[in-house]
């Protein structure tokens, strides 16, 4: 069955650096799109960008750009986030989810993984 | 515009039937993906396409478009169904993914 599974929860100061990983099991990795979206405490959810599985096309909102870098290791089937100068506001749940191409249809989601960042 | 609008709160007696809404320009060429979330959960999809349940999804749950509102509707709602409910689609312009801003569904 698909899994994405997801590292646990950081706590960072702000202005460091954090990375998420997500390993993706039950599938063919390259035939899909990581998404990332985040989740700030009890709002919405936020599309921060998506990478492909097969070739490592990414696109990041623009909200993000020059913060955020989205990896994948193609040997690990796992996909990374890492978002850059985190200030308060970022304190989010972040999950990884799998899509389809560019379509905006997200099947399944990782369990989610928060990061606080805080003094 | 690249956003994607819903009424922030929803309620509806258990057994009844409700309707979700989400609009935006987007929904003109664009299908809506339709999400539930449960406190504490991660999101998990429940109708995507034109009408299209996931597996293990209950079949009062169903999708409709017309023009540049995307509808979720679900007849019979049960104590379960009450959790908040998210859109989303592909935009041609701007960010190429845009989530509508949830709605809380509250079953009475």
């Known amino acids: 069955q698909v899994q994405l599974v997801q590292s646990g929860a950081e706590v960072k100061k702000p202005g460091a650096s954090v990375k998420v990983s997500c390993k993706a099991s039950g599938y063919i990795f390259s035939s899909y799109a990581i998404s990332w979206v985040r989740q700030a405490p009890g709002q919405g959810l936020e599309w921060v960008g998506w990478i492909s599985g097969y070739n490592g096309n990414r696109n990041y909102a623009q909200k993000f750009q020059g913060r955020v870098t989205m990896t994948t290791d193609t040997s690990t089937d796992t996909a990374y986030m890492e978002l850059r100068s985190l200030r308060s506001d970022d304190t989010a749940v972040y999950y990884c989810?799998?899509?389809?191409?560019?379509?905006?249809?997200?099947?399944?989601w990782g369990q989610g993984t928060l990061v606080t960042a805080s003094s | 515009s690249s956003e994607l609008t819903q009424d922030p709160a929803v309620s509806v007696a258990l057994g009844q039937t409700v309707r979700i809404t989400c609009q935006g320009d987007?929904?003109?060429?664009?299908?809506a993906t339709w999400y539930q979330q449960k406190p504490g959960q991660a999101p998990v999809r429940v109708i995507y396409g034109k009408n299209n349940r996931p597996s293990g999804i209950p079949d009062r749950f169903s999708g409709s478009s017309s023009g540049n509102t995307a509808s979720l509707t679900i007849t019979g709602a049960q104590a379960e169904d009450e959790a908040d409910y998210y859109c989303n689609s592909r935009v041609s312009s701007g960010d190429p993914v845009v989530f509508g801003g949830g709605t809380k569904l509250t079953v009475l």
């Open positions: 989810a799998r899509g389809m191409g560019t379509t905006a249809d997200f099947d399944f």
């Open positions: 987007s929904l003109r060429t664009n299908y």
